[in-house]
């Protein structure tokens, strides 16, 4: 080993002569050790091997700089556009309550909103605020994705909110067709609703479902709601009859009718021509007997037509 460590001492210990020769001029001489010149070499490749490392390590450290700030503007986008949802959001509150208010919708209120909605609606704009207001390098990722979850549910919610809206007014314009609104004749009433004596002579007194019109006969007889004709035929003491079904707990009796232009089974729509006037039955003259239910029960037709 000694004799290594002397002939390694001895190989760097040796002079090296380097002679430089320009074209013009008196050439130079150097005269090195080669323990010189190896560490010299070894200076140089350390050198340039840290100048690659500090450029490599400079460029990626631009990238993700490039990248980040990239990221950011994408991330100020996102948040502009999830702030201008939630404003829209908002926008189709006011308009829900709106709409509920013209629709006379219970209480003008969400019939099947979750407790305490609202609350929590304003807890998120709020949370909303302070999550953007920020900078978003220091932007929660939790908490922005519990952000988005909530604009969606709050979403559904609103969407659930419109559907009802659709569902009550298609069922109030149905109801509103099938409720009686018009006269069913023309002809002039000769009897109200309530009580009085029997039309025929007998000395009692009987209350009177309905009200009755007087006209010529063949005059025409109109229904006065939507609805389905449930019988047309004879009744005793009603004569030819029709019973049309509107639905929603309407009903509706025309009775000592002639000519009926209806059957069984038909639909029929409000102001349609179902019979002509006649005096079929237990009757006195030609008019019509015209009588209005409501769940069951007989009520006064002049609170269905002016």
């Keep these: 080993m000694g004799k290594f460590i002397n002939a390694l001492a001895g190989f760097l210990g040796e002079r090296v002569d380097i002679l430089i020769m320009p074209r013009k001029g008196a050439s130079t001489k150097f005269k090195l050790r080669r323990l010189t010149i190896w560490v010299a070499v070894i200076v140089w490749l350390l050198v340039t091997a840290g100048g ?30 999830l702030e201008r949802g939630r404003k829209y959001i908002e926008l189709t509150h006011t308009t829900d309550i709106q709409m509920r208010q013209m629709l006379g919708m219970p209480g003008g209120k969400f019939i099947n909103l979750p407790k305490n909605w609202e609350e929590a609606k304003a807890k998120q704009d709020d949370r909303a605020k302070q999550l953007f207001s920020g900078e978003l390098k220091d932007l929660d990722t939790d908490e922005f994705e519990q952000y988005i979850d909530e604009i969606e549910d709050s979403s559904k919610t ?25 006269r069913p004749s023309n002809a002039p009433i000769s009897s109200g609703y309530g009580y009085r004596l029997d039309p025929l002579g007998h000395r009692t007194s009987k209350k009177h479902n309905g009200v009755d019109f007087a006209g010529k006969p063949d005059s025409p007889i109109f229904v006065t ?42 639909v029929v729509k409000r102001g349609d021509k179902i019979a002509t006037m006649g005096s079929s039955g237990r009757s006195t003259g030609t008019h019509l007997h015209y009588e209005v239910w409501k769940d069951g029960q007989a009520v006064n037709p002049r609170n269905y037509f002016k």
């Design 225 to 266: 709601a939507d609805g389905v004709v449930r019988h047309a035929g004879w009744v005793p003491s009603f004569g030819q009859a029709i019973l049309v079904d509107h639905g929603f707990g309407y009903s509706t009796l025309y009775a000592h009718t002639a000519g009926a232009q209806v059957k069984t089974g038909d």
């Design 52 to 81: 690659l490392l500090f450029f490599v390590r400079g460029y990626d450290y631009n990238m993700v700089k490039a990248d980040n700030n990239l990221m950011r503007i994408k991330m100020k986008l996102i948040a502009d556009e």
């Design 158 to 182: 609103r969407l659930a909110s419109f559907q009802e809206i659709a569902w009550y007014f298609a069922n109030k314009k149905e109801g509103l067709n099938s409720t009686p609104s018009i």
